[in-house]
């Protein structure tokens, strides 16, 4: 007689395993990781500043260089210590925009001209999707995450995302208020001051909240599920009791 397989424990799946396989597949880098981690926000900081104290002792030209300099050193860091790329050529292509418009200009203030009018740029876009009902952190969260669009069925899902994307708004309305105001001063030491202030403490809490609205729109999508999950068992319990045998 032939004996059943015994069922596998849950325990004893190999990596190669599908249960494994899942496994790896639900770790999702988070928000942070995905923009290079506090090394990528650290290393953002490292050409403004060099860039700074280059133009107050050495001048315009040196100042420059030196900020591209330090970009390129930072790039290939990144590169030999296989951190993400991406983070990387951004922001050494930021770094020499931003030389450039100080060049073309011959004041050192140009060199943060592009991250003002950036500034606005992404306000204002972020502030459209929530009007257009297609709240930007939710979008990029779940494109990122590969979690779909569903959330935008559900009413409290997006006022929590409406909540986080007009964060972002506030926090991209205060950087372009307060430093456009010191870009007219000619206050290059301050301008580069309240780039780096409003950079990270600001971006802290933006995330903060964004982390909040992801938790809140899940749990939302969770209840939902479960919802209908136990709709779709009464109703088949009904069926079942409806059609079953009158034995």
């Given at each position: 007689?032939?004996?059943?397989?015994?069922?596998?424990?849950?325990?004893?799946?190999?990596?190669?395993?599908p249960?494994?396989?899942?496994?790896?597949?639900?770790?999702?880098?988070?928000?942070?990781?995905?923009?290079?981690?506090?090394?990528?926000?650290?290393?953002?900081?490292?050409?403004?500043?060099?860039?700074?104290?280059?133009?107050?002792?050495?001048?315009?030209?040196?100042?420059?260089?030196?900020?591209?300099?330090?970009?390129?050193?930072?790039?290939?860091?990144?590169?030999?210590?296989?951190?993400?790329?991406?983070?990387?050529?951004?922001?050494?292509?930021?770094?020499?925009?931003a030389?450039?418009?100080?060049?073309?200009?011959?004041?050192?203030?140009?060199?943060?001209?592009?991250?003002?009018?950036?500034?606005?740029l992404?306000?204002?876009?972020?502030?459209?999707?929530?009007?257009?009902?297609w709240?930007?952190?939710?979008?990029?969260?779940?494109?990122?995450?590969?979690?779909?669009?569903?959330?935008?069925?559900?009413?409290?899902?997006?006022?929590?995302?409406?909540?986080?994307?007009?964060?972002?708004?506030?926090?991209?309305?205060?950087?372009?208020?307060?430093?456009?105001?010191?870009?007219?001063?000619?206050?290059?030491?301050?301008?580069?001051?309240?780039?780096?202030?409003?950079?990270?403490?600001?971006?802290?809490?933006?995330?903060?909240?964004?982390?909040?609205?992801?938790?809140?729109?899940?749990?939302?999508?969770?209840?939902?599920?479960?919802?209908?999950?136990?709709?779709?068992?009464?109703?088949e319990?009904?069926?079942?009791?409806?059609?079953?045998?009158?034995?």
């Open positions: 007689m032939t004996q059943p397989a015994p069922d596998p424990r849950p325990g004893d799946q190999s990596p190669g395993a249960g494994a396989d899942e496994a790896e597949q639900e770790r999702q880098p988070t928000l942070l990781e995905q923009m290079g981690g506090v090394s990528g926000l650290v290393y953002s900081s490292v050409p403004v500043v060099v860039f700074v104290l280059a133009n107050v002792f050495f001048g315009l030209s040196v100042a420059i260089w030196s900020s591209i300099g330090v970009a390129v050193a930072i790039t290939v860091l990144r590169v030999v210590r296989k951190e993400p790329l991406q983070p990387a050529i951004s922001g050494f292509f930021g770094v020499a925009i030389a450039f418009i100080a060049w073309k200009t011959g004041s050192a203030k140009g060199f943060f001209l592009v991250g003002i009018w950036t500034s606005l992404y306000g204002g876009v972020f502030l459209l999707s929530v009007l257009v009902r709240p930007l952190v939710g979008v990029i969260w779940s494109y990122l995450n590969g979690h779909g669009q569903s959330w935008r069925k559900d009413r409290r899902a997006r006022l929590a995302y409406d909540i986080a994307t007009l964060t972002f708004v506030v926090v991209f309305a205060a950087r372009f208020v307060v430093q456009k105001w010191l870009y007219d001063q000619d206050s290059t030491g301050w301008l580069a001051f309240a780039r780096l202030a409003m950079g990270y403490p600001l971006f802290a809490v933006a995330l903060a909240v964004t982390v909040w609205a992801v938790a809140r729109a899940q749990a939302r999508q969770k209840a939902i599920e479960a919802e209908q999950v136990e709709t779709d068992a009464e109703a319990a009904r069926l079942r009791e409806k059609y079953a045998d009158p034995a």
